[in-house]
């Protein structure tokens, strides 16, 4: 068992393929809990949770998991739950800390990755007037399942350490 508990809200991709991709891999990787994000910019606002509950199910069977991540419903961004000590969004825009070195690997995290053409700059004032920390995740401009699992990825090598 890690020493810290993963959550990742994430904007569901326009392409459900791609999100249900991003599912199986944070599995594998070994994430808590996901919660699909609805966003200003979020083109996706209908989710079969069944059919993304056997995504996880597989991935977890796949990988030999104990255990299935918590997978919340579609969830307004104004309503994410924020009761982790450590809280993160990812952001291409604007100052922001590199994750890797804000990153406490033995508090618990909560990261949200907003939709494709990223947060609103209003969104964005949102999460950090609620705690939230702007963080990148490197150079390059990532697609959401991308820029969630290099988060996922990037705190679990950490916990490692």
Not at 86 to 98: I, L, N, T, V
Not at 106 to 115: M, Q, R, S, T
């Given at each position: 068992?890690?020493?810290?508990?993963?959550?990742?809200?994430?904007?569901?991709?326009?392409?459900?393929e791609r999100?249900?991709?991003?599912?199986?891999?944070?599995?594998?990787?070994?994430?808590?809990?996901i919660?699909?994000?609805?966003?200003?910019?979020?083109?996706?606002?209908?989710?079969?949770?069944?059919?993304?509950?056997?995504?996880?199910?597989?991935?977890?069977?796949q990988?030999?998991r104990r255990?299935?991540?918590?997978?919340?419903?579609?969830?307004?961004?104004s309503?994410?739950?924020?009761?982790?000590?450590?809280?993160?969004?990812?952001w291409?825009?604007?100052?922001?800390?590199?994750?890797?070195?804000?990153y406490?690997?033995?508090?618990?995290?909560?990261i949200?990755?907003?939709?494709?053409?990223?947060?609103t700059?209003e969104?964005?004032?949102?999460?950090?007037?609620?705690?939230?920390?702007?963080?990148?995740?490197?150079?390059?401009?990532?697609?959401?399942?991308?820029a969630?699992?290099?988060?996922c990825?990037?705190?679990?090598?950490?916990?490692?350490r």
């Amino acid at each position: 068992e890690r020493a810290a508990r993963i959550h990742l809200a994430v904007a569901p991709t326009k392409q459900m393929e791609r999100f249900e991709w991003f599912l199986e891999k944070a599995t594998e990787l070994g994430v808590d809990r996901i919660t699909p994000l609805q966003t200003e910019r979020t083109e996706r606002t209908k989710l079969r949770h069944d059919r993304l509950e056997r995504v996880l199910i597989g991935a977890m069977k796949q990988s030999r998991r104990r255990w299935l991540p918590q997978l919340d419903g579609l969830t307004r961004l104004s309503e994410l739950e924020s009761g982790a000590p450590q809280k993160f969004f990812g952001w291409c825009e604007g100052q922001r800390m590199e994750l890797a070195r804000t990153y406490n690997p033995v508090k618990d995290a909560l990261i949200a990755i907003g939709p494709e053409g990223d947060f609103t700059p209003e969104e964005a004032e949102m999460l950090t007037a609620n705690g939230f920390r702007a963080v990148s995740l490197g150079t390059s401009r990532l697609r959401t399942e991308t820029a969630a699992l290099a988060a996922c990825a990037g705190m679990n090598f950490a916990q490692l350490r």
